[in-house]
């Protein structure tokens, strides 16, 4: 399995090759504080290799208090991007930035305890193609 992916800008574009092992929603503080959203959406892989096809040079890595809690980005966008965890034992790709489709399903919600509380049913909420403008 191949897929590219880039930042918003363009300006860093990477390509990752084999397979995910797991794809998580981390509801954790720190994945929402660092998403601004309600969770993280991550894919792992212990065998998956990394490949920078531009700007790998600029690539910025921030490690939260030294406490394992890493995000890679783009310094221009600020676009979340892939990196290696664990004493290079697992790559962690943030699903947003892939260009190409993820085949893998989701393995499920992670840190549950530390949801958001604005984070319930939100599938009952009205659903648009675009941003209203009523």
């Known amino acids: 399995m191949k897929h590219s992916g880039s930042c918003l800008c363009g300006n860093i574009k990477f ?3 084999g397979e995910f092992e797991k794809f998580f929603f981390c509801h954790c503080k720190s994945c929402r504080k660092d998403t601004g959203s309600a969770h993280a959406s991550n894919l792992f892989s212990s065998t998956a290799k990394l490949k920078w096809l531009k700007g790998e040079k600029e690539v910025q890595t921030y490690n939260h208090n030294n406490s ?9 966008c600020s676009s979340a991007l892939p ?22 399903v989701p393995t499920g919600h992670i840190y549950l305890n530390e949801k958001a509380n604005w984070d319930h049913n939100l599938e009952e909420y009205p659903h648009y193609e675009n941003l209203p403008t009523e």
């Open 15 to 17: 390509e990752i090759t």
């Open 68 to 76: 394992g809690h890493i995000k890679s980005f783009c310094p221009k």
């Open 83 to 104: 990196n290696i965890q664990m004493n290079g034992k697992v790559l962690v790709v943030p699903a947003g930035c892939l260009d190409t489709d993820v085949e893998t």
